[in-house]
């Protein structure tokens, strides 16, 4: 069927669903047609919303007709042409070589062409920002990305700009581009958008920032989309509230092809209506067009651009599309969807219906649309042969970049230790984690503190008669009125949204150093830590990196703290390639580490044991603006002989305890204070087994599968001709952390615990 022809069979359609009631499609076994939503000409958007239109929730949506406007330029008009086919040909093509087993997985943009195109006309790429998800094929080669760079992904190849061979094909990035490396979760990308965004908002507040974060722009915006089905996910919801609250120049492009995977969009959305649900957001411009047409897209697109360029605040635009081929190869939609369902998408194929609509506004003729096709075509080809001819990654490539290849903060540079002059008066480990926030944030104007409490007072008028918060410990008091509010703020009382804008905050060159404000709640942001924060990196190849700290309260022994408020979990984030995790046992340690963390280029998880905060025995003199400590270096914080304990956190001082009380008893007792888990020292646990041969690994987390039995078992793995007893741990008991004192004290290890060890090793 030739373009004109189906231009005429949807003009048909959509006639006949004009001039029938629901009743009569119904008996007819027509779906019922959807409301028109027509396309307004305003040459600029008003500040306010746009009127709801309703959209159906189970039937496809008709284009607006008739078209009362001039058509854009021809030369436009044929260049989005050229690219919704080019779109579509990649896929064509990706699908046959999946055929052929000479690539692993494919996901299409079919049906999506039109209003991507539009988006990718509008914006401007390497300018403004960019977190597209697996459909938006179409957006990326409209920004520059080309044929042979999108088949490089789909092959695998190391030349791939979007991971280097690491991702699957359709999880785009492109840095020259500025299209930030996407990832499978979907969803995800939404709040590092709105963080992204914001490093924007926040540079037009702190001047020196605006040439020291990337490609800052007045009038930039970021982009985002997201399909129908994410808009389920609790960070849609996190994202639209804070980019509404700030008015930070975000395009969220919800791309509703009805479908998520098999679930339809009235099964995941209460009436089946996304926007609908949205539009009461405060000065988000909310517009909806039929996303298969790209004349309509286009001005919905440019309206929602500038509205967000004037700064009035972010745009969603509800577009309407199809998905004329299944969720990815490896689904099939006949097993869930109908034919005449799948035959009326087929209809208001955007490829199709722009094509026969530039033939019949003489645009083009037949002969000249086909000449198109055949050169794309022909351009297609050529790619997959370059692409299918292109090197794989080497195999020795494949632990490179899990962290900075640039920075190294286990290196002698962020080692001052030896050299360290005390001064002033003993503080407390909140006193030093202060002081150092204070004047790394006086030496580098990039670092921004934010989360839950942390600032001194939202509500800035009261500023001068409330004596502030300053977070639930009190360790960021006085920041906020020190550095200004704009470096200093409170978020949402939501974790994702912490780590999630202070990603995009760090992807953009801003040094965030958020809080978590307790380890128990830090699971809401186990997504964007695990699956985005550790990865971005690795799976970028290098191209894109989110530097930042979180610091986190962590651990028991409160006397109250109970089941939620004493946990300390931190196997769960060891165990995560491309996370730094420290923990320090003292006020002088806390200082020298975390300023490394800030200083490094890689993402550190700090975990500030809360029992330790304001402890006398922990107290230390300040060691000077310049002090660092290096991760991965432990101290020997006790000379021993006969047996060694390897610890860190609040075991250091229950262990030192319980050695003096064995020396009473004959033993020599070492103990080693690890002081970063990723990377941990393994040196100084070498040198201390070799000395004592027996050891002990001691620490609060629950006995199995916690952090210590790594320790134990690369022990046993490789000192076993040194061992002269087993490896022992001593360790929290599998269960939680209760609120009654006595269970408390039952559950933790305590100094007793400690000794009793020592001695049974020793008895060995």
């Not at 539009?118 to 300018?127: E, H, N, S």
């Not at 975000?250 to 092809?257: A, G, H, Q, S, T």
């Not at 405060?282 to 517009?287: I, T, V």
Request: charged letters at 25%.
């Amino acid at each position: 069927m030739n373009d004109t022809k189906v231009l005429k069979l949807v003009r048909k359609t959509e006639s006949a669903t004009e001039t029938e009631t629901p009743e009569q499609e119904a008996e007819m076994g027509m779906a019922p047609g959807p409301t028109s939503i027509p396309v307004t000409t305003a040459a600029a958007p008003e500040p306010q919303r746009s009127s709801p239109k309703p959209v159906a929730a189970t039937a496809p949506q008709r284009a607006a007709e008739p078209r009362t406007q001039d058509l854009p330029d021809h030369k436009l008009l044929l260049e989005m042409y050229r690219t919704m086919y080019l779109s579509r040909r990649i896929d064509d093509k990706e699908i046959q070589l999946k055929g052929q087993n000479k690539i692993f997985f494919q996901i299409s943009g079919a049906g999506h062409e039109a209003v991507l195109v539009a988006a990718g006309v509008v914006l401007k790429p390497g300018y403004d920002w960019f977190y597209p998800y697996y459909r938006d094929r179409a957006l990326c080669l409209q920004l520059g990305m080309t044929p042979l760079e999108m088949l490089l992904s789909a092959v695998g190849a190391e030349a791939d700009p979007n991971s280097h061979g690491r991702q699957m094909p359709s999880h785009w990035g492109h840095k020259k581009l500025n299209i930030v490396s996407q990832s499978s979760p979907t969803g995800t990308q939404l709040l590092q958008a709105v963080g992204c965004a914001e490093a924007t908002y926040r540079s037009t507040l702190i001047k020196e920032n605006q040439k020291r974060i990337s490609s800052f722009h007045d009038d930039e915006v970021t982009y985002v989309s997201l399909g129908d089905g994410t808009s389920s996910e609790g960070e849609f919801w996190e994202a639209l509230n804070t980019a509404s609250n700030l008015k930070l120049p975000v395009i969220f492009l919800l791309e509703d092809n009805g479908y998520a995977i098999s679930v339809p969009v009235e099964v995941q959305t209460a009436g089946g209506d996304v926007s609908k649900l949205v539009e009461n957001f405060p000065s988000l411009y909310l517009q909806r067009c039929d996303g298969t047409d790209p004349i309509e897209s286009l001005e919905t697109m440019r309206r929602a651009v500038d509205y967000c360029r004037q700064r009035k605040g972010p745009a969603l635009v509800h577009a309407k599309v199809i998905r004329p081929y299944s969720h990815s190869l490896s689904d099939d939609e006949k097993l869930y969807r109908p034919d005449e369902e799948r035959a009326s998408d087929a209809e208001r194929d955007p490829v199709k219906r722009f094509g026969a609509l530039l033939i019949e506004e003489g645009v083009i003729d037949q002969n000249g649309l086909q000449k198109i096709k055949g050169e794309i075509d022909a351009l297609v080809n050529e790619a997959a042969d370059k692409a299918l001819a292109s090197p794989q990654p080497a195999p020795e490539t494949a632990t490179k970049y899990v962290f900075s290849p640039d920075v190294d903060p286990t290196s002698k540079e962020f080692d001052t230790e030896d050299a360290v002059q005390l001064s002033g008066s003993p503080g407390t480990m909140v006193d030093l984690i202060n002081r150092c926030l204070d004047t790394e944030m006086a030496r580098d104007a990039r670092i921004v503190v934010f989360g839950e409490d942390v600032a001194d007072c939202s509500r800035e008028q009261y500023l001068e008669s409330v004596k502030g918060k300053g977070g639930v410990f009190k360790v960021t008091a006085n920041l906020q009125r020190k550095y200004g509010s704009a470096r200093v703020f409170n978020s949402p009382l939501a974790e994702a949204n912490i780590v999630g804008r202070a990603i995009g905050m760090a992807t953009r060159g801003l040094k965030p150093v958020v809080e978590i404000q307790f380890f128990d709640y830090i699971w809401p942001a186990m997504h964007q830590i695990r699956n985005e924060l550790a990865l971005l990196r690795w799976r970028s190849g290098n191209e894109w990196k989110a530097p930042m700290v979180a610091r986190v309260p962590i651990g028991g022994y409160l006397k109250g703290g109970a089941v939620y408020h004493s946990q300390s979990g931190v196997s769960t984030f060891t165990q995560i390639p491309g996370l730094r995790v420290v923990y320090p046992s003292n006020a002088l340690d806390a200082n020298g580490l975390l300023r490394t963390s800030i200083r490094c280029d890689d993402p550190v998880l700090f975990l500030e044991h809360k029992h330790l905060y304001r402890q006398a025995y922990n107290k230390s003199q300040y060691p000077g603006d310049e002090f660092m400590i290096p991760l991965g270096k432990a101290k020997k914080v006790r000379e021993g002989t006969d047996v060694s304990i390897v610890t860190y956190g609040a075991l250091v001082q229950r262990s030192v305890v319980a050695a003096k009380q064995m020396e009473q008893e004959g033993v020599s007792v070492e103990v080693i204070d690890l002081r970063s888990l990723v990377p941990y020292d393994w040196n100084a646990i070498v040198a201390t087994v070799k000395k004592t041969s027996r050891v002990i690994v001691a620490h609060e987390d629950s006995l199995s599968f916690g952090y210590g039995a790594e320790i134990a078992a690369r022990i046993s793995d490789e000192l076993f001709e040194y061992l002269d007893a087993p490896v022992k741990r001593v360790c929290a008991l599998d269960t939680f952390v209760a609120y009654a004192p006595d269970l408390e004290q039952e559950i933790l290890p305590s100094a007793p615990d400690v000794a009793k060890a020592i001695a049974e090793l020793k008895a060995y």
